[in-house]
């Protein structure tokens, strides 16, 4: 007799499942996995960057349509208090962008976590936000394309806000799309005040053809 | 990992061994436990991050009851410091994601499992 | 279709000329291969640079942070960015743009590119880098004119004095920052005293030219960290940082006396000007920023009534 245990099959995680309307619980399952282990490599990233155990929070997946991604970005953030955050975009077999939302005070303290002079400037501080930021995207997005077996590439990254309560980062009324397919994770520092959360956003037709890239992948297990 | 693919991995080794397994799959770190102690899992294959009661919590409790068993952490999270901290909790091993048929393998020969 | 060989020419080729500098080091980094971007702007030649390490043949790079960096993509096998707006340059190279440029080399964003052997080790890491320089140029024209455009948009035409505005929003500023550093804030209204004749009397120019005068006056009499808006047609708000209802006062009476201290010449005659004030200061029950206008407005209204030219401040239950 054999007792497994699923993360992906807990109670919170099936109205997760349920709301990714248009995969079939295999392809959510494969993708919760494939994220998952994305996640995880880009959390040992982070912990080697930074010399320190990362804890990592269960990935969540959710359709999200652009009335209500506000809402669900600052829920997933539990926190509309000012923070830093970066983007990046990736293409090629899947397209969209992620963003990395720093809480404030990590990003003050990130500096001094990576052993650097703690009175860096502006441009050295935003800097690291960047490097951080890169880092754990370029994490993600490899994790992904090498799980899929699926090209990916990405942009430099960029600066998105500093400093700015998360609702007015993401302006609805700007953003030309409906529907997008989004997953977060965060990473928190243990005894240190950091957190991050890694939000990445993919379009409508990678919605789409992400549905072949699964069955692909779940045939080749 | 889904039940699908545990039992595809699992499969392939223990048919070849001539043994039958059976698989109980738990929701969270509470019903993994309650499984156990029902004498469900003579194997446990445990993921770390997970709500309601997260792999540590429930490597915590299996040592403060006193249970022994088999643990084979499979976990995304492959930080060497998670490795440490479980093998430090008793885990016989830890297996990172993806997972590959070998290395179930490996560890079920290793601990004379099959 | 041209055979593999035209096609590693060709790549070669392109290489070489593409006007981006690339570069390619290894673990010990050790200049591989050096482009012809780089040979020009760097005034170096492939021959001499490669082979060696670079940081000893570019002794003027950031080599701490740099290194770091690099031996990151070694351990994490990932992409890496500079950007200019960050670090304006790795190299020291000159520019394009000599004569209408207006920076001081050329301005580089950088790509770091992990090269993996079979195994998924990385082998090299090769740099891409491009010329920022006219980005840099446009978006610094931008952010001077975005600027101006804040601070005309900040300002009342007439006057030059902040705008009702952004007074209201300097003083909501202060009013949260009064309340967390538990700092005293006080509130100055102040109105010219028949200024309706001055119009009626003279036409509006003339009027124009009293607001002009008066609001000289009233900036010459505060402190640099004062903040003074017209608030209405003849209506100035004042808002004192870090000032108690005393202070407040002593202020007040200074602009009353500035204003009126020497008589307004307009269309040859020369009218003496006389303003009102209602002062008021934050107290602990002051709900919000807007209570401190209503408040001087009340001490204000009250000047008036005591015959004008003259300063009230505002006390609860008045």
Same mark, same amino acid.
């Given at each position: 007799?054999?007792?497994?245990?699923? /993360?992906?099959?807990?109670?919170?995680?099936?109205?997760?499942?349920?709301?990714?309307?248009?995969?079939?619980?295999?392809?959510?399952?494969?993708?919760?996995?494939?994220?998952?282990?994305?996640?995880?490599?880009?959390?040992?990233?982070?912990?080697?960057?930074?010399?320190?155990?990362?804890?990592?929070?269960?990935?969540?997946?959710?359709?999200?349509?652009?009335?209500?991604?506000?809402?669900?970005?600052?829920?997933?953030?539990?926190?509309?208090?000012?923070?830093?955050?970066?983007?990046?975009?990736?293409?090629?077999?899947?397209?969209?962008?992620?963003?990395?939302?720093?809480?404030?005070?990590? #990003?003050?303290? *990130? /500096?001094?976590?990576?052993?650097?002079?703690?009175?860096?400037?502006?441009?050295?501080?935003?800097?690291?936000?960047?490097?951080?930021?890169?880092?754990?995207?370029? #994490?993600?997005?490899?994790?992904?394309?090498?799980? *899929?077996?699926?090209?990916?590439?990405?942009?430099?990254?960029?600066?998105? #806000?500093?400093?700015?309560?998360?609702?007015?980062?993401?302006?609805?009324?700007?953003?030309?799309?409906?529907?997008?397919?989004?997953?977060?994770?965060?990473?928190?520092?243990?005894?240190?005040?950091?957190?991050?959360?890694?939000?990445?956003?993919?379009?409508?037709?990678?919605?789409?053809? *992400?549905?072949?890239?699964?069955?692909?992948?779940?045939?080749?297990? | 990992?889904?039940?699908?693919?545990?039992?595809?991995?699992?499969?392939?080794?223990?048919?070849?061994?001539?043994?039958?397994?059976?698989?109980?799959?738990?929701?969270?770190?509470?019903?993994?436990?309650?499984?156990?102690?029902?004498?469900?899992?003579?194997?446990?294959?445990?993921?770390?991050?997970?709500?309601?009661?997260?792999?540590?919590?429930?490597?915590?409790?299996?040592?403060?009851?006193?249970?022994?068993?088999?643990?084979?952490?499979?976990?995304?999270?492959?930080?060497?410091?998670?490795?440490?901290?479980?093998?430090?909790?008793?885990?016989?091993?830890?297996?990172?994601?993806?997972?590959?048929?070998?290395?179930?393998?490996?560890?079920?020969?290793?601990?004379?499992?099959? | 279709? &041209?055979?593999?060989?035209?096609?590693?020419?060709?790549?070669?080729?392109?290489?070489?000329?593409?006007?981006?500098?690339?570069?390619? !080091?290894?673990?010990?980094?050790?200049?591989?291969?050096?482009?012809?971007?780089?040979?020009?702007?760097?005034?170096?030649?492939?021959?001499?640079?490669? @082979?060696?390490?670079?940081?000893?043949?570019?002794?003027?790079?950031?080599?701490?942070?740099?290194?770091?960096?690099?031996?990151?993509?070694? !351990?994490?096998?990932?992409?890496?960015?500079?950007?200019?707006?960050?670090? &304006?340059?790795?190299?020291?190279?000159?520019?394009?743009? &000599?004569?209408?440029?207006?920076?001081?080399?050329?301005?580089?964003?950088?790509?770091?590119?992990?090269?993996?052997?079979?195994?998924?080790?990385?082998?090299?890491?090769?740099?891409?880098?491009?010329?920022?320089?006219?980005?840099?140029?446009?978006?610094?024209?931008?952010?001077?004119?975005?600027?101006?455009?804040?601070?005309?948009?900040?300002?009342? @035409?007439?006057?030059?004095?902040?705008?009702?505005?952004?007074?209201?929003?300097?003083?909501?500023?202060?009013?949260?920052?009064?309340?967390?550093?538990?700092?005293?804030?006080?509130?100055?209204?102040?109105?010219? %005293?028949?200024?309706?004749?001055?119009?009626?009397?003279?036409?509006?120019?003339?009027? %124009?030219?009293?607001?002009?005068?008066?609001?000289?006056?009233?900036?010459?009499?505060?402190?640099?960290?004062?903040?003074?808006?017209?608030?209405?047609?003849?209506?100035?708000?004042?808002?004192? &940082?870090?000032?108690?209802?005393?202070?407040?006062?002593?202020?007040?009476?200074?602009?009353?006396?500035?204003?009126?201290?020497?008589?307004?010449?307009?269309?040859?005659?020369?009218?003496?000007?006389? !303003?009102?004030?209602?002062?008021?200061?934050?107290?602990?029950?002051?709900?919000?920023?807007?209570?401190?206008?209503?408040?001087?407005?009340?001490?204000?209204?009250?000047?008036?009534?005591?015959?004008?030219?003259?300063?009230?401040?505002?006390?609860?239950?008045?």
């Amino acid at each position: 007799m054999y007792c497994t245990n699923m /993360a992906l099959s807990d109670s919170a995680d099936k109205t997760t499942l349920m709301s990714i309307q248009p995969y079939t619980e295999d392809q959510s399952d494969a993708l919760q996995e494939v994220v998952n282990i994305a996640m995880g490599q880009a959390g040992d990233s982070l912990a080697r960057i930074l010399g320190n155990f990362v804890a990592l929070s269960v990935p969540r997946i959710r359709l999200v349509t652009v009335k209500d991604v506000i809402k669900t970005v600052t829920d997933m953030v539990d926190n509309n208090a000012e923070i830093s955050a970066i983007r990046q975009s990736f293409s090629n077999s899947l397209r969209g962008e992620a963003i990395v939302v720093f809480a404030q005070a990590g #990003a003050d303290d *990130l /500096a001094d976590l990576m052993g650097y002079d703690t009175d860096l400037d502006q441009s050295a501080k935003q800097e690291l936000l960047l490097e951080v930021g890169n880092l754990l995207v370029g #994490a993600v997005i490899n994790g992904i394309s090498e799980t *899929l077996k699926t090209d990916l590439s990405f942009s430099a990254p960029s600066l998105m #806000a500093e400093r700015t309560p998360l609702d007015q980062v993401l302006v609805p009324e700007q953003l030309s799309w409906s529907h997008a397919l989004l997953m977060e994770v965060n990473f928190t520092v243990e005894n240190r005040d950091f957190k991050c959360h890694l939000l990445m956003f993919m379009t409508e037709e990678t919605i789409d053809s *992400l549905r072949g890239i699964l069955d692909e992948f779940m045939d080749g297990i | 990992m889904t039940p699908e693919s545990l039992e595809k991995w699992l499969f392939v080794p223990c048919r070849h061994n001539g043994i039958s397994i059976e698989l109980t799959q738990a929701e969270n770190g509470e019903e993994a436990l309650a499984a156990y102690r029902d004498g469900k899992a003579e194997v446990m294959f445990l993921d770390l991050t997970m709500p309601v009661m997260d792999g540590y919590q429930v490597l915590e409790q299996l040592q403060k009851e006193q249970l022994n068993t088999f643990v084979v952490v499979v976990s995304a999270d492959i930080q060497p410091k998670a490795q440490e901290r479980v093998k430090k909790l008793g885990a016989i091993a830890f297996i990172k994601k993806p997972v590959k048929t070998s290395d179930i393998e490996n560890v079920l020969h290793e601990y004379g499992i099959v | 279709m &041209p055979d593999a060989n035209d096609t590693t020419n060709l790549l070669n080729f392109i290489v070489d000329r593409a006007y981006v500098g690339i570069f390619v !080091i290894n673990q010990k980094r050790e200049i591989l291969l050096w482009n012809q971007f780089m040979e020009i702007h760097s005034e170096r030649k492939a021959d001499t640079v490669v @082979g060696q390490n670079l940081f000893e043949a570019f002794p003027e790079l950031p080599q701490k942070w740099l290194d770091r960096k690099i031996e990151n993509i070694f !351990i994490l096998k990932n992409f890496s960015f500079t950007s200019w707006e960050q670090r &304006p340059y790795l190299f020291k190279f000159a520019h394009n743009r &000599p004569v209408t440029g207006g920076v001081d080399c050329m301005r580089q964003d950088c790509t770091l590119m992990p090269i993996k052997d079979d195994c998924g080790e990385v082998q090299y890491v090769c740099f891409t880098l491009f010329d920022a320089t006219d980005t840099s140029i446009y978006q610094s024209k931008l952010e001077k004119t975005t600027e101006k455009l804040r601070e005309l948009s900040n300002r009342d @035409g007439l006057t030059q004095l902040f705008n009702r505005r952004y007074t209201e929003e300097a003083l909501e500023k202060e009013f949260s920052r009064a309340r967390r550093y538990n700092n005293e804030l006080s509130v100055i209204l102040t109105d010219i %005293d028949f200024f309706k004749k001055v119009n009626d009397r003279h036409g509006h120019l003339a009027g %124009d030219e009293v607001l002009r005068v008066i609001s000289q006056r009233l900036a010459s009499g505060l402190r640099g960290t004062d903040i003074l808006g017209r608030y209405g047609g003849e209506e100035f708000l004042v808002v004192l &940082p870090e000032t108690g209802s005393q202070g407040a006062q002593v202020l007040a009476e200074r602009l009353r006396k500035v204003v009126q201290a020497n008589p307004i010449k307009v269309e040859g005659e020369s009218l003496t000007i006389n !303003i009102s004030l209602g002062v008021t200061e934050l107290r602990s029950n002051t709900a919000a920023y807007a209570q401190l206008i209503a408040e001087a407005d009340l001490g204000l209204y009250q000047s008036k009534e005591n015959g004008r030219n003259c300063t009230t401040l505002f006390q609860p239950g008045l």
